[in-house]
């Protein structure tokens, strides 16, 4: 199972959002790894939020990339504060973006070459 996770820093008051078949391995990773990335700036990460999303890896990335290309601080918060409430997640979040990745696959389509 593949899961959106949402990171928190407190020093720099930011969120990151990821997604990880093992949620608490992914958070180590952040705070440990030697690479100089966006994360390794921010350091320490805690764990916000996680919740399933599906098994298929593809599915999950839609997942995420919608909820990156909202640069929505609210909805973040929305989600961390929903993130056990199952059918919130399912059928107010997912739903968009379903939704979302459906509108942009159409507009794929239809755009001349």
Same mark, same amino acid.
């Given at each position: ?7 928190? *820093?407190?020093? *720099? ?9 093992? @949620? ?16 390794? /700036?921010?350091? @320490? ?6 919740? @399933? ?8 990335? /839609? ?8 640069? *929505? ?27 979302? *990745? ?5 507009? /794929? /389509?239809?755009?001349?070459?």
């Amino acid at each position: 199972m593949f899961y959106i996770y949402i990171l928190y *820093s407190r020093r *720099s008051d930011r969120y990151y959002i990821g997604y990880s078949d093992d @949620p608490e391995k992914r958070l180590d990773s952040h705070n440990t790894s030697e690479r100089k990335t966006y994360t390794s /700036k921010h350091r @320490p990460w805690e764990l916000a939020a996680s919740f @399933p999303v599906s098994e298929l890896r593809g599915e999950v990335m /839609k997942v995420e990339k919608y909820l990156k290309r909202q640069k *929505s601080r609210k909805l973040i918060e929305e989600i961390i504060n929903h993130q056990d409430d199952v059918e919130w997640i399912h059928h107010s979040l997912l739903s968009s973006c379903k939704n979302y *990745s459906a509108s942009l696959e159409k507009g /794929k /389509k239809n755009k001349i070459h």
